[in-house]
Structure formats: structure tokens, C-alpha cells
């Protein structure tokens, strides 16, 4: 299997006419290949690509509306509250983002909630939209149960991402992107595949015991990042993006993968602040010299470092798919 | 060693009369004491009476400024700046609360940053105060360096905790309160004091490398939670709570502890969010829906249910103050 080189502007294309094919509007559509175009540009695969079988797939059967509006149905001074309508996430965000940046402007400080939503992506590409708008920006959002409260052993809660990024002066915005769980499952159907063990910690069978059989994790649950402090931060990311919005909590919500079943409809929470009030100005001056002060130890890198580099990259050669990959788009494109 | 019983009362006039001998006003003086009362009424001794001697030693020498006001010093829609004024916290967190309960209610959500701060105890203490009113609060704070950036070995981050509290049907708010950390500092200090080697995982010594000496581990950094995810963490809060407000990072930042230097001047954000509004007004149903889930599960508790207990078991019969902590209070007391 080898790697076959598209421009970005081909992937974006062949994205949308598939996407067309299969009941999504042509705005939605552009929306959700953006997203993937920017994630497979950043090395991020699983919130690439790899996601248009799928998501073509539910906007097919309709359990994804790819043809939804979203909807800001409340308003409140800095505060919107947005209806996905069961559609894709991305058109969401754009709306949500569109509000914050107007409204940060004006008040300091917006949020934004999104009900009846489905898999956002990378959580970093929607945070790293309203920093290049020069606001500070901290995303969360829940996801279909893959994490029991700790002690347990059922799934009640997502992977449920934090995302956050801050402007810089004469460089892209600084960008943290993370997912509460220890490792993606992602990394577990590999191992699965491979017909290997996982590593002890990544994960719980489905009596609650640790596992580093890929089979009996993928039918328990996935251990949160720093142990009862993370599932503590599982716990309350699951109630910002979730219980605050009015959406569908992870042990509610469906898969993000099969096309069968009624809508996800997961929520989000997005908050963007402009840092020239908060920092009465010097905020910009400030934030590089923190930055300056981590990069002059060795060994050390900022975050997001690695992507940066493989989206410049990306930026003057394009896109390596990998051809099983590439054959599967074409078959969808007929 | 035995602890003495002293009844909440008691213990709170002991606290202010303290302070006001040390240069402390009256009104700064009640906003400590309550805090540190409701701290060892909870169980966080870490946060409770025994920073009393360390506090009023500060006050004396000025680096407190015990007669401080804080002052909003600057306002935009739903965003307040305070200035602590090198004060105690916690009248500033008075203050950033007042405001904040009567912006979110018009505003849907209300941010304010603190800054010339100080430590400001148990961030939950404060994030609870505005579920009391019927929000969900959102609270993070920088403080002396101690853990380094991923790969590092030098302090550039506080433990920087972060707390989050949400207001409950006929029962105390949900409360999450932890401190980044993988352990407290004070943990170190203990096993130092009784020459006793901590576990692998808790900090690493000046170069660098993991150590289980407790010495060295003081003088080196503490782990974040989470490993890298944990350190991402770490600088997200660093950079929302001092670079946002426009406070000292933790490299910049003097003790808590000692009178000597200058005041550490860190930074608090606290945000208020409406979760009627944005909810729909279904937040309390599905919180409680939520909240049921996870405690049907064996072995698993509620976030903060511990404290809870140890707060009505103090209410019923007072606190118990260890006898060599109550002779050093009654000899501040003179």
C-alpha cells in the first residue's frame, strides 16, 4: 500500500462532490471538507479523511441531516446558544465562531453553546479560528461513552477534548489540542488489527480490571489521563459541553462511526476572550515572553509544534493519501 | 501531639483578631478567616489554619498589604479586571463574585481576572460561592513555579489548580477542586520530614531525572498529572490565569510562604456561566440525570463527597486544631 500524493485543492474538491453525492448540502459540504482537508494537513488522521466514509455514510441514512441549517435560538448578552439541528458540526462552529468574534469584541468575553451536534473534529482547528481573530479561545465538547467515573467500569463519558489557543504576534496561534482519555481508542483497533498487546494503564475490561488485551478493552472502557484528577476533568468537561447546552451525554449519545441509530446529537461549549481588556493591553508582549522562558530549556517543545511543521509541508507538496484510502473516495465519487 | 476542639466561631475570631494584630484590616481580616475556617471545616488542612502563621507573617512585613482594596479597575460588557492591590485574594474574590453574580444573570456569562493576587486557598471555596447563587463557575489560578514545562527540568508553572462547581437540586453544588500537580508539594515535604523516599512519578530533581529522594525533589519540579497532557494542561491555566489578567507567571512569582521579597502578584480567571439560559432550562433535570448514572456504578463517588461529610461533621462538632498549631496561633494572638 503506498501514499498517493493529492493537491489540497483536489482533496478539497473531491471531499465536496462526494459529500454532494450523499445528501449534504454544497455550503455544508464545504464546511466539512475544510475541516478535513485542515486535520489530514496537520498529520491529525483520525479527524481527516479517514472520517468521509463514515460521515457520507450517516448523512446517507440521515442519522447526520447534511442538508440542516444550524440556528442561534437564544440570545442573551454575551451568550448564544446554537441548534446544530442534527446536522454536521462544522457549519455550527462557523456560526458559533462568527457570534463570539463579533460579540468578544463588544463584551470582553462570549460563549457559545451547541445542542444536537455530532463529531466536531479536531478541537484545536475551531479554537485556532477565533485566535487567528486575535481572541483567546478555550473549546469543549463530549463525545459517545468511552470512559467510566473512576472506580467504575461502564462508559458514561466521552474522550471529551479540551482544546485552547491564544494569539501571537507575527506567528500562528499557539494551539493546545487534547483528548481527556490516556490514548486514543484508535491506538487499541490498531493493536486489535495487529493482533498485539497493549501497553498496562491504556485501558479497563468490561468487569473494571486493567487489560492489554486489545479485544477486552474494546469492550470495557478507556482510562482517563491522570488517573481520578483526569476523570474528575472527564466529569466536568461532560457536564460544560453537555449538561449545559442541553445535549445528549456520552452514555446517551450514538456512534460517531455507524450509520444506523437516531443522531448523536453531542454538545459543545466554546468561549472566546479578548485579551487586550483582561490584560489592560499587554497581554501579546506577555505571552512571548513566557514562551521564550519554556523553549530556552532543552529538550522542550511548545505544543502544537509538530503539527505546524507538518501543515507547512503539507502547504507546498499537498497531501499523501494513503491508495486504499484514495480507492475507497473514488468509489464513493460514482 | 493531640488536637484541640474549638467551635467554628471561635475559631473564626481567633483567625481575624490575628490578622488585625498584624496589620491586617478588620473587613480583610473576616474574608481570610472565613475561607480558612471553611477550609479545615472541609479537610483541606493545606489550605486551612495552618497558613495562618505564614499569612500574618506576610502581613506584618508588607508583602501583603493587609489593608488593600480591590478595586475593578476595568469593565466591558460582560468582563471585570480587578486589581487585588497586593492584598489577600480572597477580598478580591469577594468583590470578582458580587460582580460576577449580577453580570451572568443579565449577560449569560460573566468573566473576571484578578491580578497583584495572591494564594487564594481552595479554588473551590469560591467556585461553590457562585453555585450557591444558581451558577456553574469555572475558576483557574497560577502560583509559584514548581512543575517545568514537558521535557524541562527548571520550574516555570505553578501547580495551578482549577475548580468547578455547579449548583444542585436540594443538595450542596457538584464540586471539582484539584491542583495540576500529580501530588501536592506538601506530600514531599512530609515524607522529607520523616526521612522517608517518595514514589516514582511524583517530581524529578534538578537535572531532570525522576527521584524518589524527597531533598532532591525539592529542589528540583514536580510532575503534572497527566504526563505531557498533564503539562499542556498546566500551561493553558498559566497562560488564561496570569497572561489573560496580566499577572506574574510562576517563574516570577515570590512564595506564599515566607515575609521576604516583594508580593508574588499571581493571577485568578473566574468565569459564571447562566446554565438556565443555556440550557433551555433543563440544566438541573439532566445534571441530576448525570449525576444518578455515575453513582449507580459500585465503588464509584461523587467528586467532592468526602469534603462534604468531613464540612457537616465540622459543623456539628466544631474543628479539630492540632495542639502545636493552636499554641503558635494563641502566641500570634498576643
Redesign the interface.
Known amino acids: 500500500m503506498t501514499d498517493v500524493a493529492l493537491s489540497l485543492a483536489e482533496a478539497q474538491d473531491l471531499v465536496v462532490t462526494i459529500f454532494e453525492r450523499h445528501q449534504t448540502s454544497f455550503e455544508n459540504a464545504l464546511h466539512v471538507a475544510k475541516a478535513l482537508v485542515a486535520a489530514e494537513m496537520d498529520g491529525q488522521r483520525g479527524h481527516g479523511l479517514s472520517r468521509v466514509p463514515s460521515y457520507s455514510a450517516q448523512s446517507a441514512s440521515g442519522k447526520v441531516d447534511g442538508k440542516a441549517i444550524p440556528i442561534v435560538?437564544?440570545r442573551?448578552?454575551?451568550?448564544v446558544?446554537i441548534d446544530a439541528a442534527n446536522g454536521f458540526a462544522y457549519p455550527a462552529f462557523d456560526l458559533a465562531i462568527s457570534e463570539l468574534t463579533t460579540i468578544a469584541r463588544?463584551?470582553?468575553?462570549?460563549?457559545a453553546?451547541v445542542f444536537r451536534s455530532h463529531h466536531f473534529g479536531q478541537a484545536g482547528y475551531h479554537a485556532e479560528r477565533l485566535a487567528e481573530s486575535g481572541l483567546?479561545a478555550?473549546v469543549f465538547g463530549n463525545s459517545p461513552q468511552a470512559i467510566?467515573?473512576?472506580?467504575?467500569?461502564?462508559g458514561?463519558f466521552g474522550t471529551n477534548p479540551?482544546a485552547?489557543a491564544?494569539p501571537r504576534v507575527d506567528d500562528v496561534p499557539?494551539l493546545?489540542d487534547?483528548s481527556?482519555s490516556?490514548v486514543a481508542r484508535g491506538k487499541v483497533m490498531v493493536a486489535q488489527q495487529n493482533g498485539e498487546p497493549i501497553p498496562e494503564g491504556w485501558a479497563l475490561d468490561e468487569s473494571?480490571h486493567s487489560t492489554t488485551d486489545p479485544s477486552a478493552a474494546l469492550n470495557g472502557t478507556m482510562l482517563p489521563?491522570?488517573?481520578a484528577?483526569?476523570a474528575?476533568?472527564v466529569?466536568?468537561v461532560?457536564?460544560?459541553a453537555a449538561?449545559?447546552?442541553?445535549a445528549n451525554?456520552g452514555?446517551e449519545a450514538t456512534s460517531f462511526f455507524t450509520a444506523e441509530g437516531p443522531p448523536p446529537g453531542v454538545g459543545q461549549l466554546v468561549?472566546a476572550?479578548?485579551?487586550t481588556?483582561?490584560?489592560?493591553g499587554?497581554?501579546s508582549v506577555?505571552?512571548e515572553?513566557?514562551l521564550s522562558?519554556?523553549v530556552t530549556?532543552?529538550?522542550?517543545?511548545l505544543?502544537g509544534a509538530l503539527r505546524g511543521a507538518r501543515r507547512e509541508k503539507a502547504r507546498q507538496e499537498g497531501l499523501c493519501i494513503p491508495s486504499k484510502l484514495l480507492d475507497e473516495l473514488n468509489t464513493l465519487n460514482q
Open positions: 435560538v437564544g442573551k448578552g454575551a451568550a446558544r463588544g463584551a470582553g468575553i462570549a460563549a453553546t483567546v478555550l467510566a467515573p473512576w472506580g467504575g467500569n461502564k458514561v479540551i485552547f491564544a499557539l493546545i487534547l481527556l490516556k473494571g489521563m491522570g488517573d484528577k483526569g474528575a476533568l466529569l466536568m461532560e457536564i460544560m449538561g449545559l447546552s442541553g451525554f452514555y468561549l476572550f479578548d485579551p481588556f483582561f490584560s489592560g499587554g497581554f506577555r505571552l515572553e513566557l522562558e519554556i530549556q532543552d529538550n522542550v517543545r505544543p
